[in-house]
Structures are given as C-alpha cells and as structure tokens.
C-alpha cells in the first residue's frame, strides 16, 4: 500500500514539473499571411536611395506555429520572382528588369533562414536579435546577417547586401549605363534589403505552479 501512495506521489509531482515546464516556455506563435520583402538601392554621388519590393514572393514556412522564433522561422524560405520588381515606377522596373536583374544567370532570387539569436531581452522593449539569411542569387550563396526587431505581433529584420559580392559586377555596370544621366554616373553596389511578417502569440499559459 505505502508503494502504491508512493508512487501516485511521485507521478503527481512529475506532472506538476511538466505543467510548470510547459507553462514556462511561455506563448504558442503562429505565423500569420504571407513575408513581404523590401530593397533600397543608391543611385548618385550624393548616394540617393530608391526603394522597392516584388509583387511576387513564395513564402515556405519550416512551421506554422510553435513555442519560440526559432521553431517557426528557421529554415522557412523564400523565392522571389524578380521580373515582379516594384519601385512605384513603371519606367524604372522596366529598366532593372532588363539591365540588371536581366544581366544574371537566375531569375529567382532564393533565401534560407538558417539561425537566429536573441539579444538579452529588455523590459518593455521590442525584442532584438540577429537572424542569419543564406541569400543564393546569381549562382552565389552568402549568409547574411539581418538586424530583427518583434513588436505589435510584426517580425522585421534589416541588412545590407553588396552585390559585388555576389559577382553581379556585369548587372551593376549594365543599369548604370541604362541610367547614368539620371544616376550621376554613380550607381552603387551596395544594396539594404528588409523583410518582414506577422507572428501572433496563439496561447500564452498561465504562470507556473508553485
């Protein structure tokens, strides 16, 4: 019988742990609508920023929800379909779709989320971080490092890309030819990129037992 007591115990507290455990990884995220990504290039000695995004991007979350950014986000992907570029001007897309999205050997750009690090969260404030990106355009692959912040249920994170390093050095000299009155002769080779999304906390548990 005293076996019997003994073990209910034990199960009992067992129990308890694992419902503090759960309790304790705090929201169930979930990932909501599509990822919209942006781009602001520099054009002019003066370094005069143009910015943009594409109508098109296929979005492949590696999950639809789970307990923290990490279970959610890394290893989701995207693929961009550059002829969809959008800088609110018709002329403009027209041009960096044939001299200099046109110049490189794929259409598609593609990227992987493949880390993300917290910054020591600070009370009140928005969380931080640094998401690493493996960007695969032109036939190259590069991790970038993206700055992110999460506040109001929105996931944004920003970087910069230099697309000589992605041997884009024949796009480049094509769009400044295009447009070398209009760019100063100075078109630049370094590129800001963004994307951001939406993740909402499902179910917040409650505070663990004591």
């Known amino acids: ?17 694992s419902v503090g455990a759960s309790e304790k990884s705090g929201c169930e995220l979930s990932q909501v609508g599509a990822v919209e990504v942006g781009w602001t290039g520099y054009k002019t000695p003066a370094k005069v920023g143009v910015g943009g995004s594409f109508d098109s991007v ?9 307990n923290n950014f990490r279970s959610v986000l890394v290893g989701s992907t995207v693929v961009i379909d550059t002829t969809t570029v959008n800088s609110k001007n018709q002329g403009r897309d027209e041009k960096l779709v044939k001299f200099f999205f046109g110049m ?18 600070i009370k009140d404030a928005p969380r931080t971080g640094i998401v690493s990106v493996e960007i695969d355009m032109n036939g190259v692959k590069k ?20 697309i000589l390093e992605f041997n884009a050095n024949k796009a480049l000299s094509s769009i400044n030819q295009a447009c070398f009155d209009l760019h100063g002769g100075k078109t630049w080779s370094d590129v800001a990129i963004s994307f951001k999304t939406k993740i909402e906390a499902l179910v917040c548990n409650a505070k663990p037992l004591k």
């Not at 296929?58 to 789970?66: D, L, N, Q, R």
């Not at 490189?104 to 969260?121: F, H, L, P, R, T």
């Open 143 to 162: 991790i970038v490092l993206m700055k992110y912040s999460f506040k109001d249920s929105v996931f944004e994170a920003t970087g910069v890309i230099d």
């Open 1 to 17: 019988m005293k076996k019997i007591v003994l073990l209910a115990v034990i199960a009992i507290l067992a129990f308890g742990s």
């Open 104 to 121: 490189m050997s794929q259409k598609n750009i593609e990227a992987k989320i493949v880390d993300i690090k917290a910054d020591e969260k």
């Open 58 to 66: 296929k979005y492949t979350p590696v999950a639809k929800s789970g």
